[in-house]
């Protein structure tokens, strides 16, 4: 699993001795894999359907911080 979007921000605060933690979604496949075309209004579909659950795990994760 790679995201587009979360690596160059881990290398940069890698690079910067931060500690990190990603909380990521995945919306769709990669180019070349699936069979249909990209599709802007899926890739919002998916996120918002999922989105009640991710803002829960991390509300819980910080309360355990």
Known sequence: ????????????????????SVLACVTNMA?????????HEHVLKVANSISHNLKNLLLKTLENL
């Open 1 to 20: 699993l790679v995201g587009m979007s979360t690596v160059p921000e881990i290398i940069a605060a890698n690079h910067a001795k931060l500690e990190v």
């Open 31 to 39: 180019t070349g894999i699936q069979n249909k075309k990209h599709n």
